[in-house]
């Protein structure tokens, strides 16, 4: 059984609704109801009715003008379309009341007062009554109409306006909890996760300052600054995160990872790695030499978890308007024992990264048993 929501809506045609038809037609069955009235008239009695019809193409720019317009020819020919237009015009147009009621008594009297005028002009008969109520409902009718209209369009329009109140309420109400909860994850990472990265600090430098040991001399430095830049870096965080991102005096932003700190980061790795960095001599936008450092980051991280003696090898090179940044790491000899934790988030943000640019990230084994990352970056991004 088919229901009522189920049945298809049925819209009239758009030119059924278009503008020029809308100020057309009133005009069109005007005239023809000025033809119909005005067939044994004078001259200056059809001219009038005529210019009462054509007026109403003005009716929405000068809408109490025309409606005086369409008077003479409603006297004297007692037509009636062209008027009633007219002040459901007003009614539509015209905000006050104090304009409106006027214009359609005027109507009432001129409608009722015809030319030429009866001797005695009021007689006190059924036939009488019966032409004082239909003038009175022939300018109710419109008037009523048109201000049913007008009170109908300024609802839709309040009703417009408090939907868009409460979106932005709702939107608003999104955003004070989306920096409530910034605001939690950043006393989070305030307090926990910068509590041991400082202590790793602190353990490096008194590991530096207390062995003979030169390779371990160097290892505790490597240790000390990857802990100092970690805490530079996890202190913006927290600052975007409390919304107190922008750079001041007190707090330097620290400059933005690029394509030159790549042999550094390879380097401090600590892996068994092999470098081919070609990015050209092109300049490659700051977010995509980001975007390229990032991911050689997270490739060697994960490899440092669960394949730390293999050898890896690291390419970043231009292929014609793109960046192609690959990092594969052959079979490891022996498999740690112990990998540290990971929560697979590194390489879902790596290729969201890489989306937002324009660009692309694959990521999987290999047929040697190793592993590969490879992005594609573009050149330019929307």
Not at 64 to 85: H, K, Q, R
Not at 118 to 136: F, G, K, Y
Request: one cysteine or more; proline letters at 8%.
């Amino acid at each position: 059984m088919t229901t009522v929501d189920q049945l298809p809506s049925r819209r009239l045609p758009a030119w059924c609704t278009a503008p020029w038809l809308m100020l057309l037609l009133p005009v069109l069955y005007s005239l023809l109801d000025a033809a119909l009235v005005a067939r044994d008239a004078t001259w200056w009695q059809l001219a009038l009715s005529t210019l009462a019809a054509v007026a109403l193409f003005w009716r929405r720019r000068f809408p109490v003008a025309v409606f005086l317009l369409t008077m003479p020819g409603t006297w004297v020919e007692a037509i009636w379309l062209a008027p009633i237009t007219a002040v459901y015009t007003v009614a539509t147009g015209r905000p006050s009341t104090k304009v409106l009621f006027p214009c359609a008594a005027l109507f009432t009297l001129v409608s009722f007062f015809h030319w030429p005028l009866p001797t005695p002009v009021i007689d006190l008969s059924r036939n009488t009554a019966l032409d004082a109520i239909q003038a009175v409902m022939l300018a109710a009718g419109p008037a009523a109409t048109g201000l049913l209209s007008r009170t109908r369009r300024e609802l839709a329009a309040r009703l417009e306006e408090l939907t868009r109140g409460q979106e932005r309420e709702s939107r608003l109400l999104a955003e004070r909890v989306l920096m409530s909860e910034r605001g939690r994850l950043a006393r989070e990472m305030h307090d926990v996760v910068s509590h041991q990265v400082s202590l790793i600090s602190i353990q490096a430098g008194a590991l530096q300052v207390s062995t003979a040991d030169p390779a371990a001399v160097t290892v505790a430095r490597t240790i000390r600054e990857l802990s100092v830049r970690t805490l530079d870096e996890l202190r913006q965080m927290v600052g975007v995160l409390r919304g107190t991102g922008a750079p001041s005096p007190a707090a330097p932003l620290a400059p933005q990872p690029r394509l030159a700190d790549l042999p550094r980061l390879i380097e401090e790795s600590g892996l068994t790695a092999d470098a081919e960095l070609n990015p050209g001599d092109r300049p490659w936008p700051e977010a995509v030499e980001r975007a390229a450092y990032r991911t050689v980051q997270e490739a060697l991280t994960n490899i440092t978890k669960y394949a730390p003696e293999a050898v890896v090898h690291v390419k970043v090179r231009a292929k014609g308007r793109r960046l192609r940044v690959e990092v594969r790491n052959e079979a490891p000899p022996v498999r740690p024992a112990e990998t540290l934790p990971g929560g697979g988030h590194g390489l879902v943000g790596l290729r969201e990264r890489a989306q937002l640019l324009g660009g692309t990230l694959t990521a999987g084994p290999t047929q040697d048993g190793g592993f590969e990352v490879r992005a594609e970056l573009p050149a330019t991004h929307s």
